[in-house]
């Protein structure tokens, strides 16, 4: 409760530093690892519905409507938010709630991203609806203990992954298959969700959702194991082969590897996060392969994970000014394509300390060979 305490003086604070008369902070109950899951963070609890929101006075008061309306009951056993509210007509109650805390005036909206047409058009006659995608990731730094044991528990969901990704590596098994048991293990180990990626051949160019292929002997297995606790999300990325793996491979896999060793010397509190990014790619360029450390061959050197704040950014690359800051949780991953190997997975997720960074799964990562 004092951590919900804490969430309703922050989210005061700010609209009073805004100017704002009070807050909405809506949810059309999706959830993406690379940006803020506004009332999710605020409520703490997850939203399963398609319209769901945060009414919050200047006063104190809160009300939060969820659908569908059945929901009810579950979200109220689990957010500190008293006044909750299951409805079938969720922009005309959304209009009353803002009545019935006198929301005039001007009114900050987070989740603004999420928001249908529909209902913006039903509330903004009745107050002046200003942007504020800004507050919850202010609100949401540092990460509360909670947060970081979720992340710590995600940790070991994500080790319990890999390893249901090594033991059902085989030939035959599809795709769907593979990542299927992978769920199962994460599930059994105490994730909640997933946002899993994977791609199998000889040459891979990206990783992608599963796929009803079969893996065969001496395919190149990537994958990106992303379970979720609670809202905190933990992605390590790991690379297969399914046979005799060769020694250009294993030469290749073994840079990365060696460009993850050297940008995570670069993570600690005060850097900015772009150090970590050029570490990891002067690596790789003195290796030759210059070309290769921008886009198509590679999104981004890292990100932010986590559930109100991604901090330092959806994007860690060589222009991120932003510095790294005690309790963030970031993956560093150099995920690559190269012309004689196809894309390669390596990373994984590290908690930001006092002095540096310490890692949140106990797998290492490097070129796993399944014999076959």
């Known amino acids: 409760m004092a951590a919900a305490h804490g969430k309703l003086q922050k989210a005061l604070e700010f609209i009073n530093r805004k100017g704002f008369n009070g807050l909405i902070v809506y949810s059309n109950g999706s959830a993406n690892i690379l940006r803020p899951n506004h009332l999710h963070w605020f409520s703490g609890c997850r939203l399963m519905g398609p319209r769901n929101a945060a009414i919050l006075s200047k006063s104190g008061d809160v009300i939060l409507l969820v659908t569908p309306r059945w929901d009810q009951a579950r979200v109220q056993s689990k957010s500190w938010i008293k006044d909750v509210k299951g409805t079938s007509s969720f922009v005309d109650e ?26 913006y058009d039903g509330i903004r006659h009745i107050a002046e609806v200003i942007r504020a ?23 070991r969901a994500a080790d319990a992954g890999y390893r249901s990704f090594i033991e059902n590596a085989r030939p035959g098994i599809t795709e769907y298959e593979f990542l299927a048991e992978m769920e199962l293990a994460m599930r059994n180990a105490g994730a909640d969700d997933n946002f899993n990626l994977m791609s199998a051949g000889k040459h891979n160019q990206a990783m992608h959702a599963p796929t009803d292929r079969r893996l065969a002997v001496g395919d190149i297995i990537i994958g990106e194991i992303s379970p979720v606790v609670d809202g905190q999300v933990l992605q390590i990325c790991r690379t297969i082969v399914l046979g005799n793996p060769g020694h250009v491979l294993v030469e290749k896999y073994d840079m990365l590897v060696h460009a993850l060793e050297e940008s995570l010397k670069a993570v600690r509190p005060g850097n900015p996060a772009s150090a970590m990014a050029i570490a990891m790619n002067e690596v790789i360029r003195d290796a030759g392969y210059g070309k290769y450390c921008a886009p198509p061959y590679m999104r981004a050197r890292g990100h932010g994970m986590g559930l109100g704040s991604v901090s330092p950014g959806g994007v860690i690359d060589d222009e991120t000014a932003a510095p790294f800051e005690k309790g963030q949780v970031v993956v560093v991953h150099p995920n690559q394509y190269l012309p004689e190997t196809g894309y390669l997975a390596c990373g994984e997720t590290v908690l930001i300390t006092d002095t540096g960074y310490e890692r949140l799964q106990e797998s290492l990562t490097q070129l796993y060979v399944k014999e076959v």
Do not use: C, F, H, W
């Not at 959304?94 to 209902?119: D, F, H, I, W, Y």
């Not at 800004?134 to 528990?153: C, H, L, S, V, Y």
């Open 94 to 119: 959304l209009a009353n709630s803002m009545r019935r805390l006198k929301l005039t005036g001007p009114v900050g909206l987070a989740g603004s991203n999420e928001m249908t047409t529909e209902v």
């Open 133 to 155: 995608d800004d507050i919850t990731p202010a609100m949401a730094q540092p990460k509360t203990e909670q947060e970081i044991e979720n992340a710590r528990r995600a940790g």
